[in-house]
C-alpha cells in the first residue's frame, strides 16, 4: 500500500502537476492508494468552497484507510524524533514524523512531496513511493 501525504494530495487537487501528483493519478484505481486520519483532517480543513471539501471528502473516505496516531506510535514518532534530532536533524512538524512513523511501523510506501521526510528515509529506513520507469 502506499500512503498518499497531503502535501501530494494538495497539488492533486489544486490541479498542479508534479511528478508525485502524476504517480498518484496513476495509482487512484488500483487498489494501493491509502490514507488515514492526519491526512484526512490536515487535507479537507484546508478547502474554502463547500462543494470541493465534499467531493473531496467523498473521494477520500472511499479510499482505504488507517489510524495513523495511537498511544505505540506517539511514542515510536517521539523516538524517531529525537534520533534525527541526536543528528542534527530538525523536522518542522511534528505531523511528518507521525506519518512517517506509521508508515515505517506498518511497512507501507509514503508518496509525498515535503522535504521533511527525506531524512526519515534516509535515516529510519522510511520507504518512499517512487513510480518505476
Not at 490541479?15 to 487535507?43: H, K, M, N, W, Y
Not at 507521525?98 to 528515509?121: K, N, V
Request: aromatic share 6%.
Amino acid at each position: 500500500m502506499v500512503l498518499i501525504d497531503t502535501s501530494v494530495w494538495v497539488d492533486f487537487f489544486n490541479g498542479t502537476t508534479t511528478p508525485q501528483s502524476d504517480q498518484l493519478d496513476a495509482l487512484l484505481g488500483s487498489g494501493r492508494v491509502l490514507t488515514g486520519d492526519l491526512i484526512l483532517a490536515e487535507l479537507l480543513q484546508g478547502f474554502a468552497r463547500d462543494a470541493d471539501y465534499h467531493r473531496a471528502r467523498e473521494l477520500l473516505t472511499d479510499l482505504p484507510y488507517m489510524d495513523l496516531v495511537g498511544r505505540e506510535l506517539a511514542l515510536a514518532a517521539a523516538d524517531n524524533y529525537r534520533k534525527l534530532r541526536a543528528r542534527g536533524i530538525t523536522v518542522r512538524k511534528t505531523i511528518d514524523v507521525l506519518i512517517g512513523t506509521a508508515c515505517i511501523a506498518h511497512g507501507h510506501e509514503l508518496l509525498h512531496s515535503d522535504r521533511d521526510f527525506d531524512p526519515m528515509e534516509k535515516a529510519l529506513g522510511l520507504k518512499v513511493f517512487r513510480a518505476k520507469t
